[in-house]
């Protein structure tokens, strides 16, 4: 199976909202609502933003949210902060029951 | 405190093997899904393997099916990845990593470097 679909970099200023889209098939994003959100920053290990779909696991703040239409899930960052600035991989678990990511999307805050 | 922590890297050449392993504190591996997912140097993440809490669902990515073998201890309440018919490809960071499901983890570790080369 192929990796799921991220843009390879987005970018915004602080105060604005950033959405980073992440783009499967009916085998995994489209057919169920298992999709994960990871925060990376250099050199440490991935941080979980969002699990099924759209919800966030304690202390993780509300500016981040995630929803799915079809074959596509989202990632909306509002209110955008300089330490928002990181690697953010999308994941979904598929029809056969593995687990694919996306490619990485940069996020560069201004 | 819930931690997880890996050791077994190293540099290994092309065809070789090493054990990885993963120490956890703070819960009981048996309780949770737990997960190995690795980085290639300045690449994305790749999911490689997980085994539910009851062990009976054990799963490899394509790339490492029949090469690579997920495993715990439940005395040790460890984790371990037992890779062998290493490629240069293999190449990585790999991270050990809990879930409650098998679609989502919160908790990893550090990671510990694999380096496959002649």
């Known amino acids: 199976q192929s990796a799921l679909t991220q843009p390879a970099s987005v970018s915004g200023s602080p105060g604005q909202s950033i959405t980073i889209s992440c783009t499967g098939t009916?085998?995994?994003?489209?057919?169920?609502?298992?999709v994960s959100w990871y925060q990376q920053h250099p050199g440490k290990a991935p941080k979980l933003m969002i699990f099924?779909?759209?919800h966030r696991p304690s202390g993780v703040s509300n500016r981040f949210s995630g929803s799915k239409s079809g074959n596509t899930a989202s990632l909306t960052i509002s209110g955008l902060q300089a330490e928002d600035e990181a690697d953010y991989y999308c994941?979904?678990?598929?029809?056969?029951?593995?687990?694919?990511f996306g490619g990485g999307t940069k996020l560069t805050v201004l | 405190q819930v931690q997880l922590v890996e050791s077994g890297g190293g540099l290994v050449k092309p065809g070789g093997s090493l054990r990885l392993s993963c120490a956890a504190s703070?819960?009981?591996?048996?309780?949770?899904?737990m997960t190995w997912i690795r980085q290639a140097p300045g690449k994305g993440l790749e999911w490689v393997s997980y085994?539910?809490?009851?062990?009976?669902?054990?799963l490899y990515a394509d790339s490492v099916k029949g090469r690579f073998t997920i495993s715990r201890d439940n005395v040790k309440n460890s984790l371990h990845l037992q890779m062998s018919s290493l490629r240069v490809e293999d190449t990585a960071v790999f991270y050990c990593?809990?879930?409650?499901?098998?679609?989502?983890?919160?908790?990893w570790g550090l990671g510990t470097m694999v380096t496959v080369s002649s």
């Open positions: 990593a809990r879930g409650d499901d098998s679609d989502a983890f919160e908790i």
């Open positions: 703070g819960f009981t591996v048996s309780d949770y899904y």
């Open positions: 085994i539910s809490p009851s062990g009976k669902t054990v």
């Open positions: 009916s085998s995994d994003v489209g057919a169920l609502h298992f």
């Open positions: 099924e779909v759209s």
């Open positions: 994941s979904s678990y598929t029809t056969s029951s593995t687990l694919l």
